[in-house]
């Protein structure tokens, strides 16, 4: 699980730059679906 949190997490920090916050919610769903 550790192995995948870590491109989950970068794969946020990097929506976050580009201002795409509207894929917050699909990236916590496929977090979800990944847990």
């Known amino acids: ?3 995948l ?3 989950i997490e ?3 920090e ?3 730059q580009w201002g795409l916050k509207g894929l ?3 990236v916590r ?3 979800a679906t990944i847990k």
């Open 14 to 16: 990097t929506g976050k």
């Open 24 to 26: 917050e919610p699909v």
């Open 1 to 3: 699980a550790t192995e």
């Open 5 to 7: 949190n870590q491109p």
């Open 10 to 12: 970068e794969a946020i």
């Open 29 to 31: 769903d496929v977090v």
